[in-house]
Antibody, heavy 122, light 108 residues
Framework: QVQLVQSGAEVKEPGASVKVSCKAS????????MHWVRQAPGQGLEWMGW????????NLAQNFQGRVTMTRDTSISTGYMELTRLTSDDLAVYYC???????????????WGQGTLVTVSS | ENVLTQSPGTLSLSPGDRATLSCRAS???????LAWYQQKPGQAPRLLIH???SRATGIPDRFSGSGSGTDFTLTISRLEPEDFAVYYC?????????FGQGTRVEIK
């Protein structure tokens, strides 16, 4: 069965960076886009962007360009999202979610990771 | 970027009631690539509807979606206790995949 397992909660100081991982299993990792979505406490869902695991190509939401890097390690079927220059506004749960199959019609997020809480505090 | 606006912000209903949730896009959603999700506290979102009106695997038929262009609707025909949650729409398949701000369905 498809599973996305994320790394554990993080506490970072303002100005620091955080890197969240998402390990995929139950499907061909390089065959589907991987997306990242965040949710601040009590707020809605915010789409951050995607990575194409076979090439490493990324597409980031405008709000995150210059501060987010998405990478992957195909040898261990894991995607990563790094967010730099953290502020209190970055306090949120960060989710990975499986996207469309490459070369197929677009499909939304049927599978999600469990979420990773990132706390920014001095 | 397409902006999705959901209404109402909160819907107060009783079990057995019909719920009608709206999602309006600032630009036409191509190919009706519009999805609906349900989210309960402490959980990841759950996909309900894709392509505006197709139920995802395992979703009960009391959930239905409709619409095209810029106006979309999620209908829950008879609310069950487990349906009280927050619902989000999302445009997908373009360069940006924005979400609406959500509609909370609460028990009256």
């Amino acid at each position: 069965q498809v599973q996305l397992v994320q790394s554990g909660a993080e506490v970072k100081e303002p100005g620091a960076s955080v890197k969240v991982s998402c390990k995929a299993s139950g499907y061909t990792f390089t065959g589907h886009y991987m997306h990242w979505v965040r949710q601040a406490p009590g707020q809605g869902l915010e789409w951050m962007g995607w990575i194409k695991p076979n090439t490493g190509d990324t597409n980031l939401a405008q709000n995150f360009q210059g501060r987010v890097t998405m990478t992957r390690d195909t040898s261990i079927s894991t995607g990563y999202m790094e967010l730099t220059r953290l502020t209190s506004d970055d306090l949120a749960v960060y989710y990975c979610a499986r996207g469309s199959a490459l070369g197929e019609s677009p499909t939304p997020h049927e599978y999600w990771g469990q979420g990773t809480l990132v706390t920014v505090s001095s | 970027e397409n902006v999705l606006t959901q209404s109402p912000g909160t819907l107060s209903l009783s079990p057995g009631d019909r719920a009608t949730l709206s999602c309006r896009a600032s630009q036409s959603v191509s190919n009706s690539y519009l999805a609906w999700y349900q989210q309960k506290p402490g959980q990841a979102p759950r996909l309900l509807i894709h392509r505006a009106s197709s139920r995802a695997t395992g979703i009960p038929d009391r959930f239905s979606g409709s619409g095209s262009g810029t106006d979309f609707t999620l209908t829950i025909s008879r609310l069950e206790p487990e349906d009280f949650a927050v619902y989000y729409c999302q445009q997908y398949g373009s360069s940006s995949w924005p979400f609406g701000q959500g509609t909370r369905v609460e028990i009256k």
